[in-house]
């Protein structure tokens, strides 16, 4: 403890000045060396993430919107892209879509697989979210919401319904307890079909002309 | 300082006879919370352990620097900042436990174990002693989210640190892993060491006595 009784006003403030700079320092230099690891981690669970919501593709290639229409990209660095996975046969199983939006406290990010024959989703994964420990980020892990993402219509618009009444072919189950989570990915999807889907079923359809 | 016990005593009083969870009653929340598995816990008691070393090095080496008045105040930054450093570093390094354990390493902040032992402790005593008191508050911390943990998963998952124990036969008790499963689970540790401690205390008294 210090033996004076009272530190004059500067010395407060120089004291906590101080502090606040070496706290400072120390964390942008952490910040600098630990972020391209980060970055990295990152663009490996995204990876992993394409062909576990894109079941049996085995190969991907990136597309990016131009002029209204999908062009194939060299990498998806920096820009927002879908991506195309392809079974060993060359066939096309979906496209993996990368959506984000608000949650219940912040940003969730996530991929879902989009298979445009069949005009249903195929597979969804949380890639980063912020919810609710033990409520929220059941989004994550909970298998009876992450089935329903697994053969999902989305004509008409995907709903989501109460616990365990969900029967049609477009309806998600929210999970009891994380009701607002379960609703924000919902709206995530619909939002990137919004986006994607025109592009990707139009490109689909030209394709299949093309044969 | 002649009445101050020595460094070891310092050291070791964590462990045991003041364990901030089953004795202090600190750090409740995270030992709750993401003691689910063996594995979780002991990554939350060593994300801690860097914080609570850390600080009570930084707040020992400054203590006769640090005005009074502000005293908090740096602590927080001091602990804040080393909070963001081992979330980065999870981050960077073990990614799959850093999702896992998700927002509760940036709430190791507010963990009031570590602000109590810089107010208590740290800021009244020389470096050696600072430092020995956090390294063995911060393993009796471990020790018990570990405890926790490891008991929650064996019965919830029927494995201890991800290793399977039971045959396919085995059917878990998947409350354990839910939320009451803590309070369950610290609410039992918390019986067996109170008796535990009246029984030797009685134990040192009757020595005494005769």
């Given at each position: 403890m210090p033996t004076e009784n009272r530190a004059g006003p500067i010395r407060l403030v120089v004291t906590l000045g101080l502090a606040g700079l070496f706290s400072g320092l120390v964390l942008v230099s952490v910040f600098l060396a630990t972020q391209p690891l980060i970055k990295r981690n990152q663009v490996e669970a995204l990876e992993a993430a394409i062909y576990r919501v894109l079941p049996g593709a085995e190969t991907r290639k990136v597309f990016v919107e131009q002029d209204g229409k999908l062009v194939e990209a060299q990498s998806a660095d920096g820009v927002e892209a879908v991506f195309a996975g392809y079974d060993p046969g060359g066939k096309l199983v979906g496209y993996g879509i990368p959506a984000a939006g608000g949650g219940f406290q912040d940003i969730i990010s996530l991929i879902y697989g989009y298979d445009p024959y069949e005009k249903q989703i195929i597979g969804m994964q949380v890639l980063e979210s912020k919810e609710t420990p033990g409520l929220g980020d059941k989004i994550i892990k909970d298998q009876n919401f992450l089935d329903d993402f697994k053969a999902l219509k989305v004509e008409p618009e995907i709903l989501v319904v109460a616990p365990g009444t969900g029967a049609d072919a477009n309806e998600v189950d929210s999970i009891s307890g994380a009701t607002i989570s379960s609703k924000a990915v919902v709206k995530i999807i619909n939002q990137g079909n919004e986006k994607w889907r025109k592009l990707i079923d139009e490109k689909t359809e030209s394709e299949g002309q093309a044969e | 300082m002649s009445n101050q016990p020595g460094l070891y005593e310092e050291t070791i009083?964590?462990?045991?006879?003041?364990?901030?969870?089953?004795?202090?009653?600190?750090?409740l929340c995270p030992a709750l919370a993401v003691t689910n598995s063996a594995i979780n816990g002991f990554a939350m008691g060593a994300a801690s352990t860097f914080v609570l070393v850390g600080s009570s090095l930084l707040v020992s080496m400054f203590r006769n620097l640090i005005p009074k008045q502000v005293r908090i105040t740096t602590f927080i930054i001091i602990i804040a900042t080393f909070v963001t450093v081992a979330d980065l570093s999870l981050q960077a390094f073990t990614p799959l436990l850093h999702k896992e354990l998700g927002a509760f390493i940036a709430l190791i902040v507010v963990n009031c174990l570590i602000l109590g032992r810089q107010e208590a402790f740290a800021s009244r005593n020389r470096l050696p002693y600072a430092v020995g008191d956090a390294a063995g508050m911060a393993g009796g911390f471990t020790i018990a989210l570990i405890m926790v943990g490891g008991i929650r998963e064996i019965l919830?998952?029927?494995?201890f640190f991800g290793v399977p124990l039971f045959g396919d036969n085995f059917e878990p008790w998947v409350i354990m892993i839910l939320p009451p499963g803590g309070f369950l689970t610290l609410g039992v540790l918390l019986i067996v060491f109170a008796s535990v401690k009246k029984r030797s205390d009685k134990r040192k008294q009757v020595r005494l006595e005769s």
């Open positions: - | 009083k964590g462990i045991w006879r003041e364990n901030p969870v089953f004795v202090q009653m600190l750090g919830g998952s029927g494995s």
